[in-house]
C-alpha cells in the first residue's frame, strides 16, 4: 500500500514537473499543431475531400443491384382457391458509357480539391504560427515591462522614503512630499497594470494551445543583442519572391482557378448527350402452380439495352451552370490577385515597420543612456536639497518613458525580423 502512494506521489510530482517547465517557441508551435482544435477540424475537411474523390471514382464502376417482391392474395368471395402467394426476383445491371466528360472532369476537380484542402490546412498552421509568434512577442515583451516597473517602484520608493524624511526634518514642504508620495502610487499602479498585460497575453497562448483553465504556463527568457536587433535584411524584392513561392494561400488559389476550370466543363456537360448500357435477369413463383424450382427455371427473362438521351429543353438550368462556373472562375481569379498584393503589402510594412524600429531603438539607446546620466545626478542633488520635486519627477518619468521606448522598439524590431524569415523560409528560428 505504501509503495502504490509513493509511486503516485511520484507520478504526480513528475507530472507537475512537466507542466512547470518553461515553454520555448517551438514547443509551443508542436504542441499546437497537435492540439488546436481548428487545425484538427481542418485536416478532417481534408479527409472528407479524399472521400469525395474516392467516390467520383467509383462512377466509373458499374451499378448492380438485387430486387425481390412477395405478394399474398386473399379473394374471400372467389371461386376456387381463394388464396395465392407470388413473388419476382431480378438481378439488374447498370453502367454509363458516356455523359459528357462529367465524370472525367468530376475526378479532376476532386483531385484538386483534395490538394486545395490539404494547401488550406497548411495556410491554417501557417496564420496558427504568425499568431502565436505575435502573443509569444508580446508576453517576453510584457515580461521585461514588469522588470521596468519594479526598478521604478523600487526607485520612486527610495525618493518618497527620503521625501519623508526631509518633510519631518523641515527642510521640505508636504506639498512636495505629497507629490513624491503620488508618483510612487503611481508607479505601483503601472506595475500592477503591467501584471495584468502579462497574465492577459499567457491566456491569448493558452487559447491558441487549447490549454485549460487551470494550467500553468511560463516562457524561456530569451537575451537579444543589439546585433540582432539592428540586423541588415536581404532585399525586399528578394524576400517577396520567396514570400509567393511558400505561400500556401496564394497556391490554393491558383488551383481554386483551375479547379473552376473543370467546373465549367461538367456544367456544360449537362448539354450533352449520354449513353448508358443496361442488362437484367429476372424470374418469378406464383402458387398455387407447378412446383418452386420449375416455375422459377420456366419464368427466367433476360434483356441488355442501350440507352441514348439527348437533352432538348431543361428549364436553362444547363446555361445557369456554366454562367455561374464562369462567374466562379473570374472570382477565383480575384481571388488570386488579392492574394498577391496582400503579400507584397505585408512583405513591404514588415520592411518599414522593421526599419522604423531599428531607427527608434538606436536612437533610444542613446535616450536611455542621457535619462539614466539625468536621474542619477538629478537625485544626488535631490538628496543634497539642490533640485526640487518638479525637476525630479521629471527626470523620474523621462527615464522609465525611455526605457520603455527602447523595449517597444526593440520586440517590434525582432517581431518585423522573425516576420521577414517566415515569409522568406516558412519557418522561425529562436535562440
Known amino acids: ?41 481542418s485536416r478532417i475537411s481534408g479527409e472528407l475531400s479524399e472521400y469525395t474523390l474516392e467516390e467520383s471514382k467509383a462512377q466509373w464502376q458499374p451499378t448492380l443491384d438485387f430486387a425481390t417482391s412477395h405478394t399474398l392474395s386473399n379473394t374471400p368471395w372467389g371461386y376456387g382457391n381463394k388464396n395465392s402467394y407470388n413473388s419476382n426476383y431480378g438481378l439488374n445491371a447498370g453502367w454509363t458509357v458516356w455523359n459528357g466528360g462529367e465524370r472525367e472532369n468530376t475526378i479532376k476537380r476532386n483531385k484538386l480539391q483534395t490538394q486545395i484542402s490539404s494547401l488550406n490546412t497548411e495556410d491554417m498552421f501557417r496564420s496558427l504560427e504568425t499568431d ?14 514588469i522588470a521596468i516597473y519594479e526598478e521604478a517602484v523600487k526607485l520612486s520608493e527610495a525618493q518618497a522614503d527620503r521625501a519623508r524624511q526631509l518633510m519631518e526634518s523641515g527642510r521640505m514642504s508636504r506639498v512636495d512630499y505629497a507629490q513624491l508620495q503620488a508618483q510612487y502610487e503611481q508607479d505601483r499602479y503601472s506595475l500592477v497594470n503591467a501584471q495584468g498585460t502579462y497574465e492577459t497575453r499567457l491566456m491569448e497562448l493558452k487559447r491558441l494551445l487549447e490549454l485549460g483553465i487551470d494550467t500553468e504556463i511560463s516562457l524561456q527568457a530569451i537575451e537579444w543583442t543589439a546585433q540582432e536587433v539592428l540586423a541588415e535584411v536581404p532585399p525586399i524584392e528578394e524576400s517577396y519572391q520567396l514570400a509567393l513561392a511558400t505561400d500556401s494561400r496564394l497556391k490554393a488559389n491558383k488551383l481554386e482557378e483551375e479547379s473552376s476550370d473543370y467546373d465549367i466543363k461538367i456544367a456544360k456537360a449537362g448539354a450533352m448527350p449520354r449513353i448508358s448500357l443496361n442488362a437484367g435477369i429476372s424470374t418469378g413463383y406464383f402458387a398455387p402452380g407447378n412446383n418452386f424450382g420449375e416455375q422459377i427455371k420456366r419464368s427466367v427473362s433476360e434483356s441488355i439495352g442501350l440507352t ?6 431543361d428549364g436553362k438550368r444547363t446555361k445557369m451552370a456554366v454562367a455561374r462556373a464562369n ?30 524600429a531599428q531607427s527608434r531603438y538606436t536612437a533610444g539607446e542613446e535616450q536611455v543612456k542621457s535619462a539614466e546620466l539625468s536621474n542619477e545626478l538629478v537625485n544626488e542633488q535631490f538628496n543634497l536639497g539642490l533640485v526640487n520635486t518638479i525637476e525630479l519627477l521629471t527626470a523620474h518619468n523621462n527615464l522609465l518613458e525611455a526605457r520603455h521606448s527602447l523595449l517597444q522598439a526593440k520586440y517590434m524590431a525582432i517581431l518585423e525580423h522573425k516576420m521577414i524569415e517566415f515569409y522568406r523560409t516558412s519557418s522561425v528560428t529562436m535562440p
Open 308 to 313: 441514348l438521351s439527348l437533352p432538348i429543353l
Open 1 to 41: 500500500m505504501n509503495k502504490r502512494i509513493l509511486l503516485c506521489v511520484v507520478t504526480i510530482a513528475g507530472l507537475s514537473v512537466a507542466q512547470a517547465r518553461d515553454w520555448s517557441y517551438n514547443d509551443c508551435i508542436e504542441y499546437a499543431r497537435q492540439h488546436n482544435i481548428s487545425l484538427q477540424q
Open 327 to 356: 462567374a466562379q472562375r473570374i472570382n477565383a481569379q480575384l481571388d488570386t490577385e488579392s492574394r498577391l498584393n496582400d503579400i507584397a503589402q505585408q512583405i513591404e510594412s514588415c520592411y518599414i515597420d522593421l526599419r522604423a
Open 132 to 145: 502565436m509568434l505575435s502573443v509569444y512577442m508580446n508576453i517576453l515583451y510584457a515580461k521585461e515591462s
